[in-house]
């Protein structure tokens, strides 16, 4: 399982023949709910799915990331893409999910349960990246908060997450 570059600014591709599945939670402040998004993309920076949920909101903000992590465990394993790198802003959960921790926590059975969906890849790695690296899953957890529970786009995002994907790509057009 590898590691990744916490200063990285901007999100970088994968390698070929990889998938990336970035994943991010966003609280709602006035709300028992929350938001999980998530999107994998090819290693041209293309979108092979994107998704927007939204939850109870569990008692832990930690929680909150592990289960982001979990739903893109789950997606990437739905649509079967076999080598796939998981990124996440949350440098406490992507170290947990690497890992270093947490099993024996309140959240431990997350952990786990992440763990075991990724192990029936064919190859997977964690790695962290900072907010702006990881805006269009952050622009998608926020959306939840106005969309129906699950919303699904195959090979898309909602229009007004395109000028958040040019942004991504910008440094390697």
């Known amino acids: 399982m590898g590691s990744g570059h916490p200063s990285q600014k901007h999100w970088r591709p994968p390698p070929p023949e990889c998938f990336k599945a970035n994943f991010d939670g966003a609280m709602f402040n006035e709300s028992d709910e929350v938001g999980l998004g998530v999107v994998i993309r090819n ?58 921790g947490m099993e024996n926590s309140a959240v431990g059975h997350i952990l786990k349960d992440t763990l075991s969906i990724v192990s029936l890849l064919q190859s997977f790695s964690f790695s962290h990246v900072n907010r ?9 957890a926020q959306r ?17 997450l395109d000028a958040v994907i040019l942004a991504d790509l910008q440094p390697f057009v």
């Open 132 to 140: 702006q690296g990881n805006a269009v899953a952050h622009a998608l």
């Open 144 to 160: 939840a908060r106005l969309s129906f529970p699950l919303q699904v786009w195959m090979e898309s995002v909602p229009p007004n």
């Open 43 to 100: 290693s041209r920076g293309q979108v092979m799915v994107a998704l927007s949920e939204k939850i109870k909101k569990p008692p832990l903000v930690v929680a909150l990331e592990l289960l982001a992590a979990r739903r893109a465990a789950v997606l990437v394993s739905e649509t079967g893409f076999q080598n796939s790198v998981f990124e996440g802003d949350s440098l406490a959960v992507v170290k947990s999910l690497q890992g270093s």
